[in-house]
């Protein structure tokens, strides 16, 4: 299979339904969203997340693939036996676990914190903020445009990404700069 195909060369592109859309159509942009946002997680892995968060950042990847699919979908044709292609409340769940795990690590919030620290720790917040980009984008489509846990996975999302660039800078001995 080659990497081109020139059928997006006049600036649309195709949906999984089929469906020929302006690359600028608000649904192309939510999931490209989401898609930055993946590539942000690859930065951290390779910025040197340690295993433990490199692991995790790793099945988020495989989730935000499978909820870039779904925005792809308007017409949801994706069999719901497409098991990788799925975001339900258990991997909302994880996400919720992952947060109390690393929180327990934390000091408490006293005041809001500057992103920064770690070059994996700055990524995380930066990633952090795409994930806001990519979920102001979802809500924009409108609630019947997509599954309503995906929308909630993104939202726990964001959270979990703020709560993992601090443990990140935690575990790296970068102290929090208070705002």
Not at 54 to 59: A, I, K, T, V, Y
Not at 70 to 96: F, H, N, Q, Y
């Amino acid at each position: 299979m080659k990497i081109y195909t020139r059928t997006g060369d006049g600036g649309d592109t195709g949906l999984f339904d089929g469906t020929r859309v302006s690359k600028a159509d608000p649904r192309v942009a939510t999931y490209g969203d989401v898609d930055e946002l993946n590539a942000w997680l690859g930065l951290v892995r390779a910025a040197g997340a340690d295993d433990e968060i490199g692991g995790m950042l790793e099945q988020i990847q495989r989730d935000l693939f499978a909820l870039g699919a779904r925005l792809a979908d308007p017409a949801r044709r994706i069999a719901e036996r497409v098991t990788k292609a799925a975001v339900g409340s258990d991997d909302i769940t994880r996400l919720e676990g992952w947060i109390d795990h690393l929180e327990a690590e934390l000091p408490p919030l006293r005041r809001f914190i500057l992103a920064g620290g770690s070059d994996a720790g700055a990524s995380l917040h930066v990633a952090r903020t795409v994930c806001r980009r990519a979920e102001r984008a979802m809500v924009a489509l409108g609630a019947d445009a997509f599954e309503p846990e995906l929308l909630v996975y993104v939202n726990r999302l964001s959270d979990l990404l703020f709560v993992m660039a601090r443990a990140v800078n935690r575990r790296a001995g970068v102290a929090e700069t208070e705002w």
